[in-house]
């Protein structure tokens, strides 16, 4: 299925993966867990344990104001998905290179006045 594979410290990818669960794990290094932060059908299946295991940070969820509520840690990847089901799909072509588009850069993250921030590298 093609995802958009997102990895600590590297731009975003476009890769295809196999979409059985064994293969998932493998991708994001342990058992999987599906998050829903969008509006569009997508999911973001990262590590389940990637902050317990002290994974490297990666990329930062922000809300509609642009405040980090949520940093991913580990690699992951981006999928076609519903909450309501367990079944996981290949990207469309437009919601690969919109996906791609915001998470391509690697994240810094930083306190600044009191405030999770994040820098994105390579983004002019």
Do not use: H
């Not at 990666?58 to 998905?81: H, P, Q, T, V």
């Not at 919109?98 to 002019?124: H, T």
């Amino acid at each position: 299925m093609k995802v958009v594979y997102v990895e600590p410290n590297k731009v975003a990818e476009i890769r295809n993966i196999d979409s059985g669960l064994k293969s998932m794990q493998k991708v994001v290094g342990g058992y999987i867990e599906a998050i829903y932060p969008f509006s569009d059908p997508v999911a973001i299946i990262c590590n389940e344990e990637g902050k317990i295991n002290s994974l490297e940070l990666n990329r930062g969820l922000a809300d509609d104001n642009g405040d980090l509520y949520e940093i991913i840690a580990g690699s992951f990847f981006i999928c076609l998905a519903r909450p309501d089901s367990e079944d996981f799909e290949g990207l469309t072509d437009e919601l690969a290179s919109k996906y791609l588009e915001i998470f391509k850069y690697p994240e810094v993250f930083m306190m600044e006045n009191r405030k999770l921030v994040s820098l994105k590298w390579g983004k002019n």
